[in-house]
């Protein structure tokens, strides 16, 4: 139900820890009540992050 994602936000927080950057992502609004929580905030959001931004990041090209 892509209607469940209205009105959240998507947060990236970058700061440096011991000279490495640190990516603090968080997905506000998406709570355990929604259809998709869980295989957004299990298996969606990891493929995404660790996965196409790391490949983006490395190549310069998007997986979409």
Do not use: M, P
């Amino acid at each position: 139900n892509k209607q469940e994602w209205t009105g959240t936000k998507l947060l990236f927080e970058l700061s440096n820890v011991a000279g490495r950057t640190r990516l603090r992502f968080s997905h506000i609004g998406l709570t355990r009540d929604k259809e998709c929580y869980e295989a957004c905030s299990r298996e969606g959001w990891q493929i995404v992050i660790g996965k196409y931004l790391l490949d983006y990041l490395n190549t310069g090209r998007a997986h979409f």
